[in-house]
């Protein structure tokens, strides 16, 4: 084309505005971060964000569990706890008690919720431990009925509201109480 020549039609290819095409994307976005921004809400408002540790969350989540049913095969959840050491209930002499337990729990699932309220279970581990006597857990049966004991305190501790079934057991995530160290001294 020439200098001084006004451009025709055949010249001039058709292409839409530059900035109708930054709008639409502008649009596009904004769009896409309401998606987002709706989606983190409804997760947020679903109650996933809870866990941050506090109790109402974990007692919430211990009453909405339903029972289930392990599926044959299915390897059992395990929870190791610190050592736990304690001075036991006197019979006329100092006597200690070193402890270390695992939890078998009906589920992995079970386990956040166990871990959030740690500080009371482990509180409530140790009163018990302290008061009971060396010569009450010399015993295959004085060990059994401790770890019958514990595990019923743990799972009141992680619903207070739970009560003993008619064999004196408390139903709840903790299935058994495992000593994998237990030395009296």
């Known amino acids: 084309m020439a200098k001084g020549t006004k451009p025709t039609d055949a010249d001039?290819?058709?292409?839409?505005?530059?900035?109708?095409?930054?709008?639409?994307?502008?649009?596009?976005?904004?769009?896409?971060?309401?998606?987002?921004?709706?989606?983190?809400?409804?997760w947020l408002f679903a109650g996933?964000?809870?866990?941050?540790?506090?109790?109402?969350?974990?007692?919430?989540?211990?009453?909405?569990?339903?029972?289930?049913?392990?599926?044959?095969?299915?390897?059992p959840a395990f929870v190791n706890l610190d050592t736990f050491t304690v001075n036991l209930a006197s019979e006329g002499g100092d006597q200690y008690l070193q402890v270390v337990l695992?939890?078998?729990?009906?589920?992995?699932?079970s386990e956040p919720m166990l871990k959030t309220l740690m500080p009371r279970i482990r509180n409530n581990i140790m009163l018990l431990l302290?008061?009971?006597k060396a010569s009450e857990l010399q015993s295959k049966e004085g060990k059994e009925e401790l770890a019958l004991a514990l595990r019923n305190e743990i799972n009141r501790?992680?619903?207070?509201?739970?009560?003993?079934?008619?064999?004196g057991i408390v139903d709840g995530p903790v299935e058994n109480v495992l000593f994998t160290s237990f030395i009296i001294q």
């Open 102 to 109: 695992s939890l078998e729990l009906d589920d992995k699932a």
């Open 12 to 42: 001039v290819v058709k292409t839409p505005h530059k900035g109708k095409k930054l709008l639409l994307i502008f649009i596009s976005l904004l769009l896409l971060l309401a998606l987002i921004g709706g989606a983190f809400a409804v």
């Open 48 to 75: 996933h964000a809870n866990a941050n540790g506090d109790e109402e969350y974990a007692e919430e989540t211990v009453k909405e569990k339903p029972a289930r049913k392990k599926e044959p095969g299915e390897l």
């Open 130 to 132: 302290s008061s009971k």
């Open 157 to 167: 501790a992680i619903d207070p509201a739970a009560r003993p079934d008619k064999k």
